[in-house]
């Protein structure tokens, strides 16, 4: 999923500076990069043109090739991840200690040395033809800056207009980034080249119209032009000033640092993150989201269109989505902030809003049978601290699917809560990314499996996986998301199917002990999604068709998939993307209203 959006210029890219794997390159690399900055030129400027491999499409010249973003088919040298044992040795990772009772067919993590590669098992003949191609096309949606590979293109199909699908955007790159890191052998020079160049663009200038956006927004996407003019590529990054709607993406700060703690796990080399460059753009990200206000919630609140679900969807103040990312993001940060500089300070702020924001999110967003039933017979007007009522939501509100979805086993995360306000849909984003993070307990990461199992048929369907349940229709869809024709019922955010989702659902799944599901939906993918060429996104209620606007040969479908096989195969994978419960966390009790009766 990518915002429908063109992109802005930044005014900053005549300034004199380099970025930051420039100015810790060899001499001989400064000497070929650091004559000038990337120069940004308008979009409209005919001189600059978009560079591609010559093997972009079929039958295409090399010397013709000037349309599109330049890219390369074949493989730049593989790196070696520190993961992996030197000289062909076999290196074992020690299994999650929440990852119980798996499949014994999993095996450890083990080098090319032993005649086993991990990212290119399948189970089938056909599904390891599934995994070629989707290696292949991988690899053709590599993106080079200088001869360096800084990202993956959002789609690559023929048949539809490029838009802005030819970018490299810093949510979609995130599971193209974890393949590299988790194939065999890793290659993770992309994903440190990505870190980079977006940290790099972080620092510019981002004025959209009069106003200028805070330092430490991180940019939605970017995409590298030539200007034949200069004979150089160039950048142009959009900060949400082209988006649709003109929102800033709130969560591209939060997937750079989770990725940035990946790749820190799978190469165990800290000097990039430890990097002053590096150690500054993550307080940049942090002042943003922990700086005083007026809140009296520790979530952070959000606009519509700031995170996957890019269009008015009614997901403004809470979501689930982004709390789950922030709580992620802030226990990445954790392991990786040092103290010097204001570390120290910031570290207990972390740690504070950790604490309170876990609190907030395990006992006031989560609905099980017992809990609706509970805001069922809420009483309202209660007052003082002790109301068990705390944000008066008024029970009529509740809307009737509620009770005929909630199972009697199993439960979940709620995707919104405000004053006098619960959004019950599913999200599966957020439920997902708060297993990984152990923002949610043991216990309601068991739920939201037993959840997903109960109700398969509604959450999962022919094509997994239903990114929010259910869909908006009628008088309701008009109100919340604006009449919106690309967000119609059963389509795209309103209930669409989208396959990136599967390296989600595959890392809850493991860490959850519940593989099997997992298993059961890649079976489905499998079936269809390479059959089908690829596509962002599928309508209707089980996930049937192919989306009515869903470009094709969508690199994020690609890579989920290719995710969501490496980590079935080798579990260990779970160790880069997962973090284990915080023990030493407190954990406040609730109190209930002397006004409550049962």
Known sequence: MNPASATIVSGQESEQRMSPEEQHSSPEEKSKSTDTPPTIVDEKDSTAKLRVSPKETAGEESEKVTATVKMQNTAEENSDCSSNGANGKMIVLK??????????????????????????????????????????????????????????????????????????????????????????????????????????????????????????????????????????????????????????????????????????????????????????????????????????????????????????????????????????????????????????????????????????????????????????????????????????????????????????????????????????????????????????????????????EERWEDLIGEMPLKITYPALEGHQWRIVTGCDPKNTRWSYHNGGTWPVLLWLLTAACIKSGRPQIAKRAIELVEQRLSKDGWPEYYDGKTGRYIGKQARKYQTWSIAGYLVAKMMIENPSNLLMISLEEDKKKAKPRLTRSTSWSC
């Open 95 to 452: 299994p999650s200690p929440s990852v119980m009772n798996l499949d014994q067919s999993f095996d450890s993590i083990v080098s090319p040395g032993t005649g086993r590669q991990t990212g290119h098992l399948a189970s089938s003949e056909s599904g390891s033809m599934m995994v070629d191609e989707a290696w292949e096309r991988l690899r053709k949606s590599f993106v080079y800056l200088k001869g360096k590979p800084v990202g993956t293109l959002a789609a690559i199909d023929p048949s539809a207009e490029a838009l802005n699908y030819n970018q490299v955007f810093v949510r979609d790159f995130f599971p193209s980034g974890l393949a590299c890191l988790m194939k065999s052998p890793p290659e993770p020079e992309i994903v440190k080249n990505f870190l980079l160049k977006t940290l790099y663009l972080q620092g510019w200038e981002k004025r959209i119209d009069n106003f200028t956006l805070g330092e430490g927004v991180m940019p939605a996407s970017f995409k590298v032009l030539y200007d034949s003019h200069r004979g150089k590529d160039t950048l142009i990054a959009d900060f949400g000033g082209s988006a649709i709607g003109r929102v800033a993406p709130v969560d591209s700060g939060f997937w750079w640092i989770i990725l940035l703690r990946s790749y820190t796990k799978c190469t165990r080399d800290h000097t990039l993150s430890e990097l002053p460059e590096v150690q500054r753009g993550m307080k940049l990200i942090l002042n943003l989201c922990l700086s005083d206000g007026f809140d009296t919630f520790p979530t952070l609140l959000c606009a519509d269109g700031c995170s996957m679900i890019d269009r008015r969807m009614g997901i403004y103040g809470y979501p689930i989505e982004i709390q789950a990312l922030f709580f992620f993001a802030l226990r990445c940060v954790q392991q990786m902030l040092k103290p010097e500089g204001g570390g120290k300070e910031l570290i207990e702020r972390i740690d504070k809003r950790i604490t309170a924001l876990s609190f907030h999110i395990q006992n006031y967003y989560w609905l099980d049978f017992t809990q609706l039933n509970n805001i069922y017979r809420y009483r309202t007007e209660e007052y003082s601290h002790t109301a068990v009522n705390k944000f008066n939501v008024i029970p009529d509100s509740i809307p009737d699917w509620v009770f005929d979805f909630m199972p009697l086993r199993g439960g979940y995360l709620i995707g919104n809560v405000s004053p006098a306000r619960m959004d019950f849909r599913w999200f599966l984003v957020g439920n997902c990314i708060a297993i990984l993070s152990s923002l949610a307990t043991p216990a309601q990461a068991t739920a939201i499996m037993d959840l997903i």
